[in-house]
């Protein structure tokens, strides 16, 4: 049976770097289908096609690995894929999930939609967690941290994990 894969971004801002990208890169080595919700199916998949067709953005390594894998998109309002290599399925989420874990291939990787994959983890139908945590605050995310006149720089101290599985990731505030 095939695995389906969680990897989630919790940031306070969408800062990016290299190492997380070369993470991403490897987390798809053994996956054949990218999974999504309506949502971020609508934005996800042109965003992605629009960096694997420009050799010159930073990510496109990234974009063109997305780009090459097929994508499937579960929603009961579209009906038809207007993008290329995306399916569209539809039905009773657990059981078209169930299907799709049990058809021959590679594992499966969801990329966020909060609605989506909490119905995926309500459902127990995802077998792997990837959460990518960042701290940075540059002004431009959560309300939260608006408005910001400088970069939050905050600096990692302890990265802790109990024994329940909880992490606790402890920052202070940079000194300039």
């Given at each position: 049976m095939r695995k389906i894969k969680l990897q989630m971004n919790i940031l306070l801002d969408n800062k990016w770097d290299s190492g997380m990208s070369d993470f991403s890169i490897d987390?798809?080595?053994?996956?054949?289908?990218?999974?999504?919700?309506?949502?971020?199916?609508?934005?996800?998949?042109?965003?992605?096609?629009?960096?694997?067709n420009n050799p010159n953005d930073d990510e496109h390594k990234l974009g063109r690995r997305f780009a090459e894998i097929p994508n499937a998109i579960f929603s009961n309002t579209l009906k038809d894929s207007k993008w290329d290599n995306t399916i569209i399925i539809n039905g009773n989420l657990a059981e078209a999930i169930k299907?799709?874990?049990?058809?021959?291939?590679?594992?499966?990787?969801?990329?966020?939609?909060?609605?989506?994959?909490?119905?995926?983890i309500q459902h127990d139908l995802i077998d792997e967690y990837y959460v990518l945590a960042n701290p940075a605050a540059l002004g431009n995310?959560?309300?939260?941290?608006?408005?910001?006149?400088?970069?939050?720089?905050?600096?990692?101290?302890?990265?802790?994990?109990?024994?329940?599985?909880?992490v606790l990731v402890y920052y202070s505030r940079q000194q300039y």
């Open positions: 987390n798809l080595a053994n996956v054949d289908c990218i999974l999504h919700g309506r949502k971020t199916g609508e934005g996800f998949i042109p965003y992605w096609t629009e960096v694997a299907a799709l874990k049990n058809k021959d291939g590679k594992d499966i990787i969801v990329y966020g939609g909060d609605s989506f994959v909490s119905s995926l995310g959560q309300q939260t941290f608006n408005p910001l006149k400088n970069e939050l720089a905050l600096k990692l101290v302890e990265c802790r994990a109990f024994a329940c599985g909880a």
